[in-house]
């Protein structure tokens, strides 16, 4: 797996880094996790050029749901309104 920033701290690989690192060949793949976990619908906003949700630090491997489940989409205005339908 390629970490293509410099430093570790560097913050989450964006898709124009990953462009950057398929273009020039030096990997065959380049993971988004950090992007998809703040950005549930990170395919359409790839495909929009943006804008990406920040993600909250604070709320990984904290042994809830909250960071996990509840960043909005861009048709969901706030992180308060689940990006997804839950059943009742």
């Known amino acids: 797996m390629l970490n293509p920033h410099e430093h570790t701290d560097s913050g989450p690989v964006t898709p124009e880094i990953a ?39 604070a709320t990984l491997y904290g042994g809830g749901d909250e960071g996990y489940t509840d960043y909005p989409t861009m048709k969901s205005p706030t992180r308060e309104e689940p990006a997804f339908a839950t059943s009742t």
Not at 23 to 52: K, S
């Open 19 to 57: 462009g950057t690192v398929l273009d020039e060949q030096a990997a065959d793949a380049v993971c988004l996790g950090a992007l998809f976990l703040a950005n549930p619908d990170l395919v359409d906003r790839i495909r929009a050029g943006g804008p990406y949700n920040e993600l909250d630090e």
